[in-house]
Nanobody, 126 residues
């Protein structure tokens, strides 16, 4: 069974940092792209970042570029999301899932495929 479990959320002040972890199991980690997604209250879920393990390419949403960094520890089957300079608008439940990246011109559309587990709450206070 494909499982991805996010952890590491919390309450942080604006400008602060958090590192989220995504522990994966039930599939060959290196064969898939894994990504982070978030859903704020009253909003649709959106892609934040994906990492393609086959070539190490990383993708970010416009809101994440320059502030968030995705990385992977293949030995631990874990993907991380380092979030710096957090803003109140980053407040959401963050999920990880296997990811599909659709390139449309210079824009990357990040789509979650499967493996959705319970998310982790990130709250940024102003």
């Amino acid at each position: 069974e494909v499982q991805l479990q996010a952890s590491g959320g919390g309450l942080v002040q604006s400008g602060g940092s958090l590192r989220l972890s995504c522990a994966a199991s039930g599939f060959t980690f290196d064969d898939y792209a894994i990504g982070w997604f978030r859903q704020a209250p009253g909003k649709e879920r959106e892609g934040v970042s994906c990492i393609v393990h086959s070539d190490g390419t990383t993708y970010y949403s416009n809101s994440a570029k320059g502030r968030f960094t995705i990385s992977s520890d293949n030995a631990k089957n874990t993907v991380y999301l380092q979030m710096n300079n957090l803003k109140p608008e980053d407040t959401a439940v963050y999920y990880c899932a296997r990811c599909q990246v659709i390139l449309i011109g210079s824009t990357a559309d990040l789509r979650g495929v499967d493996g959705w587990g319970e998310g982790t709450q990130v709250t940024v206070s102003s």
